[in-house]
């Protein structure tokens, strides 16, 4: 893989935790990327653009992620990841289970 | 190889590949595939995967139009599912290297993933396995289509895993095709439990979660005497519980010599040894095992699965059916309906196919029921309560049980009567209908005995009163205890607490037996307790002459009887009932029939 490889960790704000609407939404952009998207808390890790492999990195709030994305639009990548990670819970759904 | 513990109900050992029960009720038809039908089971994965993620894609902008994107989020994480490449190479990656057929190879990887989600600290996206659920039904729909196998046509013998069983779906399985059950929930005397009893296969239940474990079409052994179920047994384990199969097959056929001995003792005591049955074709096996009349025909098969209350005439066919095999003299005790929460609400789920189960079934919709569920249904409104408020219902039964009592030795008894007034009700149906059928010259017997069970402790209080107003009794030991004990015998955090050996159930039952000598009544025991041979020489001492148990029971009983002579048996209950616990009477009562018969609980 060329371009650089990026590392940035962060923390889960979303009172709901890294659940499955943020994690549908977090893959699906990752895909959009060209570069490899990882993503790993406390040593396990993961395929970022695999909605099937973050559910098992089931995180609750509070909770450090570490991103790490390697390619040629890394920079970009990784920005576009982390911003969506840290914005506040999106249209604040009253039910948990969605 | 996984060993999971659960409660032996139903004894024996069955090997088999596992039917996985769920609410769509299809099963993985094969397990393997040969080499050279590797690309087109990768090809038609490929095409059931898109087919699926389509479907999903079009729920999503429907639910999306429908409530708000919120709402179709939840499909648009099943599509991207569907579509992520990692699923479609995990399968591809157990097709090829495994030679899985795809459907097996779907289902393996699916129940993969759910059960790493379960296993996740603080069950923190357990919930969200229902959705790996879900995803898999859809990948496998697509796959098997019109080809899927439904429980009532089995092709070959399976093993039939499942959370819990409700009653109209052991209702639709064929007895011939299931080899064994095993449930993750459920007690000693659930459903699942009578049910395997009945049909005389092997089954364990409260096993606790396990169904992530398996895929359909796993081999699995269910071992019921230890309460085991094995999945994906090693040769070793499979090569002894072969051995154990054999060996308890050769014990049941000794069992069998039995069947043209009477039940006496060894004193010359007769006992009368009847049947309980569910379904008319359990009559045959009913006789088959000694059987000498069916003491309790419980009838609520004819009102599970239907849209429709039973007409007069499949009640009465039912009824003929059962008579025509245990001929006209040998007594056959029909109980009127006994329907309430725990044996007839199914699922909310709803069941596919079958015509079976559905949401919800006519006799409790007719009285809405459905509409408001009850909060304490086993203090509600059921069975003979559930009649007596559907006077239609409750009629049509009693003229089919008065009408086919012109052809055998037929008997009507009433359940869960609580207060005299009740079975004053009851009775005084039943004088109606009797009239009715009368001007209409329709034949029945006028004589027709009326029985009532003792099922609820106020009946079993009340016995003497009751005693003088009926011609027999039958303890029905299930409610009785489960109300005595105010413990329900399927939630296995109090279940300890249901025991028939708990000194205020012999007391209850004590106190019946004396009350109906004194009126020279019959008393039968119907129930699991009677079935048990641990306590047959506490109910022959209590002085009970009569036992109703499922037909694969009878032998075991039969042989206890033949074992003992009435005064030991006295002698035993006289010492039963000054100890102070359920665990005593139980460990004394083991103990004095070891005596007796020392190959007895092997």
């Known amino acids: 893989m060329n371009g650089e490889s990026l590392i940035q960790k962060v923390v889960i704000t979303n009172p709901q ?10 893959a699906q952009l990752a895909a959009r990327f060209d570069s490899s998207v990882k993503v790993s808390r406390e040593g396990q890790s993961v395929n970022g653009k695999s909605i099937l492999d973050l559910m098992l990195l089931a995180a609750a709030q509070g909770t450090e992620l570490t991103l790490e994305v390697a390619g040629p639009d890394a920079p970009s990548a990784l920005d576009a990841l982390v911003k969506l990670l840290k914005s506040p819970a999106e249209e604040e759904s009253s039910d948990p289970s969605i | 190889m996984e060993i999971k513990r659960g409660i032996a109900v139903s004894p024996g050992v069955a090997i088999g590949p596992a039917l996985v029960l769920d609410s769509e009720w299809f099963r993985i038809p094969q397990r393997g595939i040969p080499s050279s039908q590797i690309d087109s089971e990768c090809e038609r994965l490929q095409h059931a995967l898109g087919q699926a993620a389509a479907e999903t894609r079009a729920n999503q902008e429907a639910v999306t139009a429908k409530l708000g994107p919120q709402y179709g989020a939840i499909f648009a994480a099943h599509t991207l599912m569907l579509t992520d490449p990692a699923l479609s190479r995990e399968i591809e990656t157990l097709i090829r290297n495994e030679h899985h057929a795809v459907a097996y190879a779907v289902s393996r990887v699916m129940r993969r993933y759910a059960k790493a989600l379960e296993s996740i600290e603080g069950g923190y996206l357990a919930d969200r396995v229902a959705d790996l659920f879900d995803i898999e039904k859809r990948i496998l ?77 796993d081999v699995v052994i269910v071992d019921g005497h230890h309460g085991l179920l094995i999945i994906d047994p090693d040769e070793e384990t499979r090569e002894r519980y072969e051995h154990v199969r054999a060996s308890f097959r050769s014990h049941e056929s000794q069992l069998q010599e039995l069947r043209h001995l009477p039940a006496e003792t060894r004193d010359g005591v007769r006992v009368a040894m009847l049947g309980n049955i569910e379904f008319p074709q359990e009559s045959a096996p009913c006789l088959e095992r000694g059987a000498e009349g069916v003491g309790l025909y419980r009838t609520e098969f004819l009102y599970l699965g239907k849209q429709s209350d039973p007409t007069e005439e499949e009640h009465l066919e039912a009824y003929l059916t059962v008579l025509r095999t245990m001929g006209a003299n040998r007594p056959v005790v029909i109980r009127t309906l006994d329907l309430g929460a725990d044996k007839f609400l199914p699922r909310g789920n709803g069941v596919a196919g079958n015509g079976v189960g559905g949401t919800g079934v006519s006799p409790l919709g007719s009285v809405g029921l459905r509409a408001s569920p009850e909060r304490n249904p086993f203090l509600g409104l059921r069975s003979v309560r559930l009649c007596l408020r559907n006077l239609t219902l409750f009629k049509t039964q009693m003229r089919a049980i008065l009408r086919a009592s012109a052809f055998g030795d037929v008997r009507i008894m009433f359940p869960m009567i609580s207060t005299l007034l009740e079975l004053r009700q009851c009775k005084m149906i039943l004088a109606e209908v009797k009239e009715d059928l ?24 009340l016995a003497e009163q009751l005693a ?48 109906a000598a004194k009126h020279n009544l019959a008393v039968n025991v119907c129930g699991e307790m009677s079935g048990d041979p641990l306590y047959t020489m506490l109910l022959l001492g209590l002085g009970i002459r009569q036992l109703s148990v499922t037909p694969h029971g009878i032998p075991a009983i039969k042989r206890v009887i033949r074992s003992t002579t009435v005064e030991e048996s006295v002698a035993a209950a006289q010492e039963a009932m000054r100890l102070e616990t359920a665990r005593d009477v139980n460990n004394y009562l083991r103990e004095q029939t070891r005596r007796i018969l020392p190959e007895v609980f092997e």
């Open chain 1, 17 to 26: 935790g890294f659940h499955m609407r943020p994690m549908a939404a977090f």
């Open chain 2, 141 to 217: 729909r697509n796959l098997l289509g019109q080809r899927r196998e439904q429980l009532c046509d089995l092709s070959e013998p399976v093993i039939v895993l499942a959370h819990d069983l409700t009653p109209s779906e052991t209702a639709a399985l064929d007895p011939q095709r299931v080899h064994a059950f095993a449930t993750e929930a459920g007690g000693r005397a659930s459903h699942t439990a009578i049910v395997a009893g009945i049909l005389d296969i092997p089954s364990v239940v409260g096993l606790g979660g396990f169904i992530t474990d398996v895929s359909g079409g």
């Open chain 2, 438 to 461: 009368e001007e209409e010259g329709i034949a029945f017997n006028p004589q027709l005995p009326v029985g009532t069970m003792i099922e609820v402790p106020s009946a079993a209080i």
């Open chain 2, 468 to 515: 003088r107003e009926v011609s027999f009794f039958s303890i029905g030991t299930n409610d009785l205890i489960q109300y005595t004990l105010a413990a329900d015998r399927n939630n296995e955090t109090v279940s300890t607490l249901y025991s028939p050996g708990d000194p205020s159930v012999l007391r209850l039952i004590e106190r019946v037996v004396q009350a």
